[in-house]
């Protein structure tokens, strides 16, 4: 079957650092992204991965391990406006649609 | 550059009724998609759009759910007749077409959020 895990929650304090792991197993795959989602707005890429390796942006790093079967996302220096859902999503071959894992609440406490 | 917008935020209608849905993507993408989120679930396709053209129709749940994209610019989903399991938010993403220079990201508009009593 098809399968995308990710933690339900996850807590950390302002200035620190927080890890999101999300393992999948899928029938296909192209690429691996995180996407940022506030309480009613709309998801917000972040990154993506297509390759084994760390890819870094700014505060947000992202890594993958496609014999694994394994991705995480980095955030460090937390602040609170980083308190938001966190999407592991898998595009599949062919036309590229996204499977999404349900998403990580990350709440940031001063 | 505006980003994706979908019309109308929130939907309120009762069971049997018809809703329609409106996605506008970034200008110039051609790939379009439709996804939906029910409650407590994660994001799930519905389907894709190359311009005009239903590239992939694997999500749709029902014949109770009809998306059109005339003329290659924006997209409509209906619900007809709409039952209680159709409520959740309806997202709307919009990718350019791949290339060597792209990572084909798909950028999401805010949803609809559709409540059937």
């Known amino acids: 079957g098809q399968n995308i895990d990710q933690p339900t929650e996850m807590t950390a304090t302002e200035g620190a650092i927080v890890q999101i792991n999300c393992t999948y197993q899928?029938?296909?795959?192209?690429?691996l992204f995180w996407y940022q989602q506030h309480a009613g707005e709309a998801p917000t890429f972040l990154s993506y991965?297509?390759?084994?390796g760390l890819e870094e942006k700014g505060r947000f790093s992202s890594f993958l391990s496609r014999s694994k079967g394994y991705s995480y996302l980095l955030l460090k220096e937390l602040q609170m406006k980083d308190s938001a859902s966190y999407l592991c999503?898998?595009?599949?071959?062919?036309?590229?649609?996204?499977?999404f894992g349900a998403g990580t609440q990350v709440v940031v406490t001063p | 550059e505006a980003g994706v917008t979908q019309f109308p935020s929130h939907s309120v209608i009762e069971k049997g009724q018809t809703v329609t849905l409106r996605c506008d993507p970034i200008?110039?993408?051609?790939?379009l998609y439709w996804y939906r989120r029910v409650m407590g679930k994660e994001i799930k396709f519905l389907l894709h759009?190359?311009?005009?053209?239903?590239?992939?129709e694997s999500g749709m749940p029902n014949n109770r759910f009809l998306a059109e994209r005339t003329g290659g610019t924006y997209s409509t989903l209906k619900v007809q007749p709409a039952e209680l399991e159709d409520s959740g938010v309806y997202f709307c993403?919009?990718?350019?077409?791949?290339?060597?220079?792209?990572?084909?990201?798909?950028?999401f508009g805010p949803g609809t959020r559709l409540t059937v009593l």
């Open positions: 993403a919009s990718s350019p077409t791949m290339t060597s220079g792209n990572t084909d990201t798909q950028y």
């Open positions: 899928t029938s296909g795959f192209n690429g």
């Open positions: 991965n297509v390759l084994d």
């Open positions: 999503a898998v595009r599949d071959i062919g036309w590229g649609k996204l499977q």
């Open positions: 200008s110039g993408h051609d790939n």
């Open positions: 759009f190359v311009k005009e053209s239903k590239q992939d």
